[in-house]
């Protein structure tokens, strides 16, 4: 009788145990194969394996483009929904992102400067009434406005960073950018005039605004004005301003009034519009980056604003003014090497990339897209062409030296008339049979 009752508890025990010692090494097998691929293929161990590593990847992406995001897009008071798909953000003067540089910190609103000397107003067209000065732009359509005390800014959209080549050169031009004449193997051609005798501190001048073709997504198309100091090595300074098609920056095929500024020929300074702490925006009545509306119409109605930029003669800041009276701001003089002075250069005219798509030239667009020879109504133009002395007079632009780079893709053309004072026509198609 005890013999059966020392098996009867002897067997169930040893259940147990087995029982215990299955469970471990179903467990340390399962552990195993997890943390091992399969077997069956290695193939479909690499693709989990990048699968694990590829939302790494696309959340730190996703964190710097939010860092980035919050960086640019300053505290609203307002914001205004565009007609062409754009935010325009009233945010608080001393809020906008040129005060995020040290030297600006607890500076105040300053009035415009004195404007140069004999400045005028200067008609569109010779008087024709098939043209006309626009100061418009896309959003003003809805007709709000942002309040006093704040200045209009287009917001940067996540889809904007998306669309850009390089997160950390954002809102920049390409390093390897040149400017003029020695510029033609970076991919950037121009058609341009310029003055390069004297020195200047200031530049005014009214450009006709179309909507040129772009063959590349990556290529840009724009007409402007370049105030410029410095050689053409890694100390180049340049203060740009105009109008500008890029989809790669804004997304669509609008021109837009644009500002840019460089004090390393493009290096690791400056920026277009407001995507770094740089220009000082004063006008709640223009967004830089904003698309212009109306454009100029082939053998119709043209459109032209007119741009001057000029140095305060007491603080030594460049002055940037749109239209007849609208002063947008300025680029404080702290920014600058050899512009805290003066420029030994200023140019006014065209700018394209050309990268080359499928080996032969871009189609991409300069101008309206036809060559000079074509004339008013059908070509772009430069007209009133002017620059500021040193005793701050506004005074016709002499010695005019003009320059195409490839003159079978774009062209110039200049004269002189009593409406135009001294003008060029430029641009072209790009590709075709004198530009393959």
């Known amino acids: 009788m005890a013999s059966a009752r020392s098996s009867f508890y002897f067997v169930p025990l040893l259940v147990l145990l087995l029982l215990s010692l299955y469970s471990s090494a179903s467990a340390a097998a399962a552990a195993s194969s997890s943390s091992k691929p399969s077997s069956r293929s290695g193939t479909a161990g690499n ?4 699968a694990r590593l590829r939302p790494g990847k696309e959340l730190l992406k996703y964190r710097r483009i939010r860092a980035l995001l919050k960086k640019l897009n300053k505290p609203s008071l307002k914001t205004i929904q565009s007609p062409d798909g754009d935010l325009i953000d009233c945010v608080p003067f001393h809020l906008q992102p040129a005060f995020d540089h040290p030297e600006f910190k607890g500076q105040k609103l300053l009035d415009p400067p004195e404007r140069p000397k004999n400045y005028t107003v200067t008609a569109a067209g010779g008087g024709s009434n098939r043209a006309g000065e626009v100061v418009a732009q896309a959003w003003h359509a809805t007709g709000e406005e942002c309040p ?4 209009a800014i287009r917001r940067t959209t996540e889809k904007d960073l998306l669309r850009a080549s390089s997160l950390r050169r954002y809102g920049r031009k390409p390093a390897s950018r040149g400017v003029r004449r020695d510029s033609t193997s970076s991919g950037h051609e121009h058609a341009v005039g310029y003055v390069n005798s004297e020195k200047y501190y200031g530049a005014k001048a009214s450009v006709n605004v179309w909507s040129p073709r772009i063959g590349d997504p990556s290529e840009f198309s724009l007409s402007q004005i370049w105030v410029i100091s410095g050689s053409f090595g890694n100390d180049l300074n340049t203060i740009e301003a105009g109008w500008q098609v890029s989809p790669e920056l804004y997304g669509d095929s ?5 500002t840019y500024w460089t004090t ?3 290096q690791e300074t400056g920026c277009y519009n407001h995507n ?3 220009f000082v925006q004063t006008t709640n009545k223009i967004a830089i980056g904003a698309a212009i509306t109306p454009e100029s119409v082939y053998n119709g109605r043209q459109f032209d604003i007119t741009l001057m930029l000029w140095k305060d003669p007491k603080h030594g800041h460049w002055w940037l003014q749109l239209g007849s009276g609208l002063v947008v701001g300025y680029w404080p003089s702290y920014l600058f090497t050899h512009l805290a002075r003066h420029a030994n250069m200023v140019q006014f005219g065209g700018e394209v990339v ?3 798509p499928a080996g032969s030239h871009t189609a ?12 008013f109504d059908h070509a772009a133009y430069f007209r009133n062409l002017q620059v500021v002395d040193w005793d701050n007079n506004l005074i016709p632009a002499v010695n005019l030296k003009l320059l195409a780079d490839h003159p079978g893709c774009y062209g110039i053309q200049g004269g002189s008339n009593g409406y135009w004072g001294s003008y060029f026509y430029y641009g072209g198609p790009g590709r075709n049979v004198k530009c393959p």
């Open 364 to 375: 991409t667009q300069m101008g309206s897209g036809h060559f000079p020879s074509e004339g």
């Open 47 to 50: 693709a989990t394996d990048t």
């Open 264 to 266: 390393d020929a493009y």
């Open 148 to 151: 006093e005390g704040t200045v």
């Open 254 to 258: 609008n021109p837009r009034f644009f």
């Open 276 to 278: 770094c702490r740089g």
């Open 354 to 356: 050309n990268t080359r």
